[in-house]
């Protein structure tokens, strides 16, 4: 208070500084995987991308269109797939016009590879005959064509330096666009998947979110301020203040090198949350002096002494909630972490500061601006409160029991997953186009094989060709999985086009007819890019393209255990080596890992946050009442997320740590009160706990309202985790400021009864 003037000058250089920061913000276009690098699957899926380049470049549209081979349509689409072509940062594009076929030449021995659609056609009776061959070619059903559903997909390729960069986004918009405008002429409906497609529309969605939340959370927050305070100068000063939290946190987002990920973006939104509460404390404090001294500055005084320590201990708990998260090995999360844990206390110290800062160069409050103490409706509520801990804590306890009852068989309900769209609804545009692709290609998601041969051109061997075919047929067998594409299916074609075309010679070559039929292949097998994708350049290891739909994480380990077990029995490891590998495998069993991480984290929460417990009250006792309050909300969200059918997974997990963090809180500003009260003259530990609860109770029903509406606020997310997360810590805090007031105070005053009777029975004794 003597250094205001200072202080002030030091707060805005900063802020400054921050402000500055905000031209180096960048939305996060890269992808950090769940599992740490050091996991198996990282390492084979880096060791696959080493050898073949990344398996997640790919992306895709595609529709339905049973009258798509006529002049017209053709003609346009041709068009379009040049104009894509085009696009800088679009290495290649695989379609039905990009079709070819191998023409045999017996003088020269070889094999041409001519287009089978050309530039332009005569008429429909051409374009019909060079259908019918298009058709006859197996090698491209179920990859650019199915013809039950007639349906049609296109794969582009994009450039690997653009793929995790800033780049992406403006090469898919310029597909789309593209691709709209044909969609459009012809009045047929488009569908795109892939993962960069796929990250691109999420980050998107980031984008769109992060000032959605800053918004929506300083709307709500500040009108249930204006609402208890009545005040216009209350909200406009506590809204500088959280201002500047939001400043500061994206500033030093931005100076710790972090870009705006689908967690970053919550974080200015969440400070928001938990910074009214911090105003509602110091300024109910602050009131209450005043109206008791008459002293401004006084009261200021007596506010940072009496809260100052109170609200240093709930934040330090709500940041230790957030911190947790710093110790697992991922990128994502732990970035969250320390920018959330970190921003929490830097907006402590901002509120500490600048609270009684800026109250001390405004007028007193009067008292009209203090009526707010005496809320009849809030007081009500607390004698309410009162009532049920002095006389019915019997059945507070037997509602306990009843609630953990429940909370349990809902627990035994729970159900984890782990799907790549696992926070997009089903109804979002995403959901379903990819529906649409694993309804007729069964999936797009990458799934990889590398096979060792471990000689030079060891893939060329007839056994070895007999293998990789007896896989992929072993592969087809699954609904789930997409056609398989390797080396085998473009000698297969080879045979058929030595055959003249005839589809029933579309097999692999036998012994006997390899030996003329690579005399044809040798100088395709050199110069075709395609080719040349599927085996090494010492032709010793062979590729398997897979694509796998979004089925899950238990489906997926199913699907990866059968696969590697038949691989394993095909190449046996002591002869062969096998990676089986992928993004989408990366991305979904990174579930299972993040899930177990996170519950660990947990268990790191409550001890250190019991801990700063213990070294505060210095009571083993206090501990144990203040974890088992905070515990009853926990199995509640727990059961009711059994009942709800709401499932485990990274989004819902993260709720119990931040609001396990949070929900102490309220026990902190309790047991402080009654210590406080405690060491008063002549207050007995019952009349301490009743002088606690009437003073702490207004500010926790003022800070219940604000922490359940304000993360309520996250509904709103077209993100299906994040509005889960939510819902799921409003209903946590909701129940636990309950337990906190009820609960709490109840096994307190239990303990209190204990200790007199024992002292009258001493006294007797």
């Keep these: 208070?003597?250094?205001?003037?200072?202080?002030?000058?030091?707060?805005?250089?900063?802020?400054?500084?921050?402000?500055?920061?905000?031209?180096?913000?960048?939305?996060?276009?890269?992808?950090?995987?769940?599992?740490?690098?050091?996991?198996?699957?990282?390492?084979?899926?880096?060791?696959?991308?080493?050898?073949?380049?990344?398996?997640?470049?790919?992306?895709?549209?595609?529709?339905?269109?049973?009258?798509?081979?006529?002049?017209?349509?053709?003609?346009?689409?041709?068009?379009?797939?040049?104009?894509?072509?085009?696009?800088?940062?679009?290495?290649?594009?695989?379609?039905?016009?990009?079709?070819?076929?191998?023409?045999?030449?017996?003088?020269?021995?070889?094999?041409?590879?001519?287009?089978?659609?050309?530039?332009?056609?005569?008429?429909?009776?051409?374009?019909?005959?060079?259908?019918?061959?298009?058709?006859?070619?197996?090698?491209?059903?179920?990859?650019?064509?199915?013809?039950?559903?007639?349906?049609?997909?296109?794969?582009?390729?994009?450039?690997?330096?653009?793929?995790?960069?800033?780049?992406?986004?403006?090469?898919?918009?310029?597909?789309?666009?593209?691709?709209?405008?044909?969609?459009?002429?012809?009045?047929?409906?488009?569908?795109?998947?892939?993962?960069?497609?796929?990250?691109?529309?999420?980050?998107?969605?980031?984008?769109?979110?992060?000032?959605?939340?800053?918004?929506?959370?300083?709307?709500?927050?500040?009108?249930?301020?204006?609402?208890?305070?009545?005040?216009?100068?209350?909200?406009?000063?506590?809204?500088?203040?959280?201002?500047?939290?939001?400043?500061?946190?994206?500033?030093?987002?931005?100076?710790?090198?972090y870009n705006i990920t689908i967690l970053n973006a919550m974080v200015p939104a969440v400070l928001i949350v938990i910074g009214v509460p911090n105003c509602?404390?110091?300024?109910?404090?602050?009131?209450?002096?005043?109206?008791?001294?008459?002293?401004?500055?006084?009261?200021?005084?007596?506010?940072?002494?009496?809260?100052?320590?109170?609200?240093?201990?709930?934040?330090?708990?709500?940041?230790?909630?957030?911190?947790?998260?710093?110790?697992?090995?991922?990128?994502?999360?732990?970035?969250?972490?320390?920018?959330?844990?970190?921003?929490?206390?830097?907006?402590?110290?901002?509120?500490?500061?600048?609270?009684?800062?800026?109250?001390?160069?405004?007028?007193?409050?009067?008292?009209?601006?203090?009526?707010?103490?005496?809320?009849?409706?809030?007081?009500?509520?607390?004698?309410?409160?009162?009532?049920?801990?002095?006389?019915?804590?019997?059945?507070?306890?037997?509602?306990?029991?009843?609630?953990?009852?429940?909370?349990?068989?809902?627990?035994?309900?729970?159900?984890?997953?782990?799907?790549?769209?696992?926070?997009?609804?089903?109804?979002?545009?995403?959901?379903?186009?990819?529906?649409?692709?694993?309804?007729?290609?069964?999936?797009?998601?990458p799934m990889e094989v590398a096979i060792d041969s471990r000689k030079p051109n060891g893939v060329m061997q007839q056994s070895f060709l007999n293998r990789v075919e007896a896989f992929q047929e072993y592969v087809t067998r699954f609904p789930d999985m997409g056609q398989p594409l390797s080396l085998v299916d473009a000698l297969k074609m080879a045979r058929q086009a030595y055959y003249n075309g005839n589809e029933a010679y579309y097999r692999l070559p036998g012994l006997q007819e390899r030996a003329f039929l690579l005399g044809y292949l040798s100088d395709e097998m050199d110069d075709n890019s395609l080719i040349k994708n599927f085996m090494d350049s010492s032709r010793q290891i062979m590729r398997v393209n897979c694509r796998v739909g979004d089925v899950g994480t238990h489906r997926l380990l199913d699907l990866s255990d059968s696969l590697q077990t038949k691989l394993d029995e095909l190449f046996p490891p002591e002869s062969y080596k096998t990676i089986l590998t992928g993004s989408s495998l990366k991305f979904t069993l990174g579930t299972e890992y993040l899930i177990k991480n996170l519950f660990q984290s947990l268990a790191l929460a409550i001890l250190f946050i019991s801990i700063v417990m213990a070294w505060m009250y210095r009571s083993l006792r206090m501990v144990v009442i203040s974890v088992l309050g905070n515990m009853i909300p926990l199995l509640f969200t727990a059961g009711l997320m059994g009942f709800a059918g709401i499932s485990i997974k990274p989004s819902t997990v993260l709720v119990f740590s931040v609001a396990y963090g949070m929900a102490v809180d309220t026990a902190i500003h309790f047991l402080a009160k009654f210590r406080q009260h405690l060491s008063c003259p002549k207050t007995g530990n019952s009349e301490a706990i009743i002088h606690a609860l009437r003073e702490v109770g207004v500010s926790v029903i003022y800070t219940v309202c604000v922490l359940f509406l304000g993360f309520g606020i996250f509904v709103v997310s077209e993100f299906g985790g994040t509005k889960a997360m939510g819902f799921l810590v409003s209903i946590t805090l909701l129940v636990a400021v309950i337990s906190n007031l009820l609960l709490v105070p109840s096994l307190l005053m239990g303990q209190v009864e204990k200790l007199q009777k024992r002292e009258v029975i001493n006294k007797h004794d």
């Design 1 to 257: 208070m003597k250094q205001r003037i200072t202080l002030l000058v030091v707060i805005t250089l900063v802020t400054v500084v921050m402000v500055f920061q905000f031209r180096k913000l960048h939305i996060d276009y890269g992808y950090s995987g769940m599992l740490p690098e050091s996991d198996s699957v990282s390492i084979k899926l880096k060791e696959f991308n080493n050898l073949f380049g990344e398996d997640g470049n790919l992306f895709f549209f595609g529709f339905q269109d049973p009258d798509f081979f006529t002049i017209e349509k053709f003609q346009a689409f041709s068009e379009l797939k040049r104009s894509i072509l085009a696009i800088d940062g679009v290495t290649s594009v695989l379609s039905v016009y990009d079709a070819v076929n191998l023409l045999k030449h017996d003088e020269e021995r070889s094999f041409e590879v001519s287009r089978i659609f050309p530039e332009q056609m005569s008429d429909q009776v051409e374009m019909d005959s060079l259908v019918a061959i298009f058709r006859s070619l197996p090698i491209y059903r179920n990859l650019v064509y199915t013809a039950p559903n007639h349906a049609f997909f296109v794969m582009m390729m994009m450039d690997q330096e653009m793929l995790n960069t800033s780049k992406r986004p403006e090469i898919i918009l310029a597909m789309k666009t593209l691709v709209s405008e044909y969609e459009e002429r012809f009045n047929i409906k488009m569908h795109y998947s892939g993962l960069p497609y796929v990250r691109t529309e999420m980050a998107n969605i980031v984008q769109r979110e992060f000032l959605t939340f800053i918004f929506l959370a300083a709307f709500v927050t500040l009108l249930i301020l204006f609402a208890f305070f009545r005040s216009l100068r209350v909200v406009l000063l506590s809204a500088l203040v959280l201002g500047l939290g939001v400043v500061w946190a994206i500033g030093s987002m931005v100076m710790m090198g």
């Design 280 to 445: 509602i404390f110091l300024l109910n404090k602050y009131h209450a002096e005043y109206r008791k001294r008459k002293n401004k500055m006084a009261a200021l005084e007596q506010m940072i002494r009496k809260v100052g320590s109170e609200i240093f201990l709930t934040n330090l708990t709500t940041a230790s909630g957030f911190a947790t998260f710093m110790v697992i090995r991922n990128e994502t999360l732990s970035q969250f972490g320390q920018v959330a844990s970190i921003n929490i206390m830097l907006l402590f110290l901002l509120c500490l500061t600048l609270i009684p800062i800026l109250f001390s160069f405004v007028s007193p409050p009067n008292e009209k601006q203090v009526k707010h103490l005496e809320n009849r409706v809030v007081n009500k509520i607390i004698d309410r409160i009162i009532y049920l801990v002095q006389y019915r804590r019997i059945a507070i306890y037997a509602v306990v029991a009843l609630i953990l009852v429940t909370a349990v068989l809902g627990i035994t309900r729970m159900k984890s997953t782990g799907y790549i769209l696992d926070d997009i609804p089903k109804e979002n545009a995403l959901s379903k186009d990819l529906k649409f692709f694993e309804g007729n290609i069964r999936g797009v998601m």
